[in-house]
């Protein structure tokens, strides 16, 4: 299997060369020559089992390049119980995903029994594995460098903390997270983890990431590398679920399901995305934002126009304040039937501030074909959504996931089962969960007290030279 480029102008990779870095070097996303297809029979076969050896089934095909027993080794490792039973009352946590039965033909899944106890956990802890184990082998070490809105940020260092041949630089906008999402980040003390807090929003710390992947030469020199949302091995871990998903809700493989989706960088929906290009018989893949909708206006309108980072609303479900979707772009390789020239004229014009729109050419029609619906949600909407859930099932869902279920029982064809992706709990965003319901969320035993302890962040105004200067500082060459 090998990896090409959006842009069509890069020599194409195989998995482990692709797994340490991030953009192609044209400035595109990698993505399969080909998806790899799955049989009738295979999906049968894959039915009945546990996530470890699902995982292991479905990354074969895209990891090629690593032998079997140790892709074996590192899957069997990641997915554990130990690894996803955050402690979160009344999970199931040995089945790694479990799905909730909220009512006849509607479930959720819970993505969130990790360490961070959001959904970012799935993949992000099989990445720091596969790190180890492509570093170990070549003696290399590497630097990761990010930006987060929260989940993506506590998901890596919990993912790389004390692991060797690996430091994390870590970008988060100041003060534009929850008090508990800070307590998760900046209280680790381990010495490979380095938080760095923005004077801006989510996109100036995304911008400087991206200012600094860009400089090739300072790049290679310090050994950079990214675990954001277009890594694409995040994007194939998440291809698991889905399958995982609709195992559990169907009873046979001639049955479609809706999926339902909290979406911010399209990275979790891109993975739904390519397990229907698999094969998996998925009717319908919902798109969910929230006020910052610039991805439901392109499903409705075929207007792609990002905002520019003044225009991003800070919102109650944080984690999809995004006014960029930085993993859309695979999306669009597939539906210009993969004319790399065209993403390169589309992203021209986004790259330049500006948009693209498809309504009027043959692509509108073809997006029927990729079966997305999408809708928005709003405070007021998060807050109803929380407090029905919570009187009529007893569950406590947090803002991203009653986004989700909002817009999937909008959106969903009554004849599928829906299954809402959670992304996170309710624990991560109290002061929400407090305005919706008038209480304190329920909060996994081992993290009582986080915000008490010792916090330790780097705290720097929005200049790539600054940011420069300071990983210089700390990588000894
Ligand atoms: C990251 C995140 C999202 C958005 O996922 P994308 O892959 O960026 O679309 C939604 N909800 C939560 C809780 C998240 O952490």
Not at 389 to 417: C, F, N
Request: proline share 4%; glycine share 8%.
């Amino acid at each position: 299997m090998k990896y090409i480029s959006t842009r069509g102008n890069a020599p194409a990779k195989t998995f482990t060369e692709i797994l340490l870095g991030g953009l192609a070097p044209d400035g595109g996303l990698y993505l399969p020559e080909q998806y790899p297809q799955v049989t009738r029979a295979e999906l049968d076969a894959w039915r009945n089992l546990s996530y470890a050896d699902l995982a292991f089934a479905v990354l074969s095909k895209f990891a090629t390049d690593i032998p079997a027993v140790d892709l074996k080794a590192i899957v069997s490792k990641t997915y554990t119980a130990a690894v996803y039973s955050n402690g979160r009352v009344d999970s199931n946590a040995k089945d790694i995903t479990p799905l909730r039965k909220l009512s006849e033909g509607v479930y959720l899944q819970e993505l969130s029994n990790g360490p961070t106890l959001a959904f970012k956990d799935m993949a992000m802890q099989l990445l720091g594995n596969l790190f180890e184990y492509a570093l170990a082998k070549d003696h290399a070490e590497l630097n990761i460098l990010g930006a987060t809105s929260g989940d993506t940020g506590s998901a890596a260092e919990y993912a790389m903390r004390g692991k060797r041949g690996i430091r994390v630089f870590m970008l988060s906008p100041n003060g534009k997270m929850s008090s508990f999402q800070r307590a998760q980040m900046y209280s680790l003390q381990d010495p490979n983890i380095f938080n760095i807090a923005v004077n801006g929003m989510f996109d100036d710390a995304q911008d400087m990431v991206k200012a600094v992947s860009n400089d090739h030469a300072y790049k290679a020199a310090h050994k950079i590398g990214t675990v954001n949302s277009i890594n694409w091995g995040r994007v194939s871990a998440q291809i698991v679920y889905y399958f995982k998903g609709y195992f559990a809700a169907t009873k046979s493989n001639d049955e479609q399901v809706a999926f339902s989706v909290p979406s911010g960088n399209f990275g979790n929906i891109c993975a739904g995305h390519i397990a229907r290009m698999m094969g998996l018989p998925i009717g319908q893949l919902i798109l969910a934002t929230n006020e910052n909708d610039v991805l439901d206006e392109f499903f409705r309108t075929g207007v792609y126009r990002p905002r520019g980072t003044d225009h991003t609303y800070e919102t109650s479900s944080p984690s999809m304040d995004i006014s960029k979707a930085s993993n859309f772009e695979r999306f669009v390789f597939d539906l210009v039937g993969r004319d790399g020239a065209k993403v390169r004229e589309f992203w021209g014009k986004v790259d330049a501030g500006g948009a693209f729109d498809i309504k009027d050419s043959a692509y509108w029609n073809e997006l029927s074909k990729f079966h997305f619906s999408s809708g928005k949600s709003s405070h007021q909407d998060r807050l109803k959504t929380i407090r029905e859930v919570w009187e009529e099932y007893g569950v406590m869902i947090d803002t991203h996931t009653a986004d989700g279920l909002k817009v999937g029982l909008e959106q969903r064809r009554p004849s599928l089962p829906l299954i809402c992706l959670e992304t996170a709990l309710p624990a991560k965003f109290a002061e929400t969960i407090q305005e919706a319901l008038g209480r304190q969320p329920e909060r996994p035993a081992a993290l009582e007290g986080i915000e008490d302890l010792p916090q330790r962040c780097e705290v720097m105004d929005a200049d790539v030279a600054t940011l420069k200067a300071f990983i210089s500082a700390n990588v000894p060459r």
